[in-house]
C-alpha cells in the first residue's frame, strides 16, 4: 500500500518570505502522479502543482514550485514570496494510475504579516 | 465556468436516519470520487465511478453506498447514519485520456451533522 507523509503538522512564514513544505511517500510502483492540494479554511480544495513521476524536471507554477527527488520518494513544495492568501492547510497527494489517490494527513501553513 | 457542485452545503440528520448527498459536475468528467474527511484529517477515498464501474475500498463500510445515474451526477448514500459519520464529504471528478488525466477537481464539500 501507499504511504504519504507529512512531517510537519504546522508551519508558519512570514509574508513576502519562502517556505518549504516536506512530503515522502512509499510506493513499488514506476509510474505515478504527485500532487499539491491547498484547502483554505471552510473552503473549497484545489489543486496547487502536480508532477508526473516519469518526468525529471521539477514542476513549477508561479510561487510554487517543487522539489521531486524520486529515488528519495520525496516531493517538497517551496512557495516563494508568501502571500496572505497562501493561509491554508496543505495536502500533499499520490496516485497511481488506477485513480487511487492517497493524502498526507496535511501541513497548516499560517502566513503572518 | 465548468466546476463540481455539491449539494445541500449543510446538512444535518438524525442517528439511523437514511440521508443522501449530491454531487454533479459541468466538466463532462468520466471519473467521480467520493471522499470523506473528519476534522483536521486527510480525506480518505470512499468509493469512485470510472465511467459506469463501480470501484469500492475495501475499508468502506457498508452503510455508504453509491449511486451515478449519468456522466454529471453521482450520490452518496448513508443508509444508516451513526455519530462517526459525522464529517465532510468531498466529491471530485478526473478525466481519463486527456492531458490533464488524473488531476482531481473537488467540490466544496457537504459538511454532515448527525445527531
Known amino acids: 500500500a501507499q504511504t504519504v507523509t507529512q512531517s510537519q503538522p504546522e508551519m508558519s512564514v512570514q509574508e513576502a518570505e519562502t517556505v518549504t513544505l516536506s512530503c515522502t511517500y512509499d510506493t513499488s510502483e514506476s509510474n505515478y502522479y504527485l500532487f499539491w492540494y491547498k484547502q483554505p479554511p471552510s473552503r473549497q480544495m484545489i489543486l496547487v502543482i502536480r508532477?508526473?513521476?516519469?518526468?525529471?524536471q521539477n514542476a513549477t507554477e508561479n510561487r510554487f514550485s517543487v522539489n521531486f527527488q524520486k529515488a528519495a520518494k520525496s516531493f517538497s513544495l517551496k512557495i516563494s514570496d508568501s502571500q496572505l492568501g497562501d493561509t491554508a492547510m496543505y495536502f500533499c497527494a499520490f496516485m497511481k494510475s488506477n485513480n487511487d489517490m492517497r493524502f498526507g494527513a496535511g501541513t497548516r501553513l499560517t502566513v503572518k504579516p | 465556468d465548468a466546476m463540481v457542485i455539491q449539494n445541500p452545503r449543510y446538512q444535518v440528520t438524525q442517528f439511523g436516519k437514511p440521508v443522501t448527498l449530491s454531487c454533479s459536475q459541468t466538466l463532462n468528467h468520466n471519473v467521480m470520487y467520493w471522499y470523506q474527511q473528519k476534522s483536521s484529517q486527510a480525506p480518505k477515498l470512499l468509493f469512485h465511478y470510472y465511467d459506469k464501474d463501480f470501484n469500492n475500498e475495501a475499508d468502506t463500510p457498508d452503510n455508504f453506498q453509491s449511486r451515478r445515474p449519468n456522466t454529471s451526477f453521482c450520490f452518496l448514500d448513508i443508509r444508516s447514519p451513526g455519530l462517526g459519520d459525522a464529517a465532510m464529504y468531498l466529491c471530485a471528478t478526473s478525466s481519463a485520456g486527456t492531458g490533464d488525466t488524473d488531476t482531481q477537481y473537488f467540490g466544496p464539500g457537504t459538511r454532515l451533522t448527525v445527531l
Open positions: 508532477q508526473e513521476a516519469y518526468k525529471q
